[in-house]
């Protein structure tokens, strides 16, 4: 799928994402399946999500030894989802781990899942970055050369904020995935989010795919919220 915009079904009551589930059963859109839904309802909500036609984006972010991610993406790949991740800090060896994991574990004739880095969370600021995490570096620095990392590795893209869009492109080159959490409209509430920006502003920093939880799911129309948002991050307008 060309430039999706990913909702992200970060609702673990059952009956409000069957209603959610529910308006979005005429189309064939991206979804992304979290910690939060995995944890809870396991392999059952990918197989329903592609039964209903959608694409999957597992985020399970994915952080340990290279043998412990390999394995575990071994297993993962058997759910045949369009697009799974890994943290980028857990390094060269585990990332490559994972996309072996990948291969050995889809079944025979299938795609092999896309594989995408998180890069710096888009939670996190300059200031965290610094104080907390001790990482001297500009963020987009550090989100770059992560990109570098993950493109070395043989990944197919990263997570970033669309902010750092462009100097990921300029490094890893222009078909390397770009997917942008951290998208709000200029009314929608920030929460934790902090490198923020607009689907038109996304469009414009060229993202590969934007992804939108609570803006779309906490809003009082879900499915219209997703159309206008849709129409801006197509349009640019
Ligand atoms: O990998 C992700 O999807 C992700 C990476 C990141 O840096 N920031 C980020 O917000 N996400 C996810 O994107 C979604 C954003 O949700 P909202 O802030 O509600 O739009 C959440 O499901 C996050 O887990």
């Known amino acids: 799928m060309q430039r999706p915009l990913i909702v992200a079904l970060d609702v673990h009551q059952k ?36 039964k209903d036609g959608h694409h999957v984006f597992l985020d399970l972010k994915l952080h340990d030894i290279p043998n412990t991610v390999g394995r575990a993406m071994k297993v993962l790949s058997s759910l045949e989802v369009d697009l799974i991740n890994v943290h980028a800090a857990g390094g060269r060896k585990m990332m490559e781990a ?7 574990g889809k079944p025979a004739n299938a795609p092999r899942p896309k594989l995408i880095a998180v890069t710096q969370l888009t939670s996190t600021d300059q200031e965290m970055l610094t104080d907390e995490l001790l990482i001297k570096e500009e963020i987009a620095h550090v989100v770059s050369t992560y990109a570098a990392l993950a493109k070395k590795s043989g990944l197919d893209g990263v997570v970033s904020s669309a902010l750092e ?18 998208i709000r409209r200029l009314s929608d509430a920030k929460g934790d989010q902090k490198r ?15 992804v939108v939880g609570r ?17 801006e991050w197509e349009e640019g307008k």
């Open 15 to 50: 009956e409000v994402r069957d209603r959610l589930l529910e308006t979005f059963k005429h189309d064939s859109i991206y979804m992304k399946v979290g910690m939060e839904l995995y944890y809870q309802e396991g392999p059952r909500i990918i197989e329903q999500l592609k």
């Open 165 to 182: 869009v462009p100097l990921i492109h300029e490094v890893c080159g222009e078909d390397f995935l770009t997917v942008t959490p951290g």
């Open 98 to 104: 994972a996309l072996e994991g990948l291969e050995a």
């Open 215 to 231: 803006s779309i799911t906490e809003s009082i129309d879900p499915y219209q919220t997703y159309l206008e948002m849709k129409k």
């Open 196 to 210: 923020i920006v607009t689907p038109m502003k996304a469009k414009e920093l060229g993202s590969w795919g934007i």
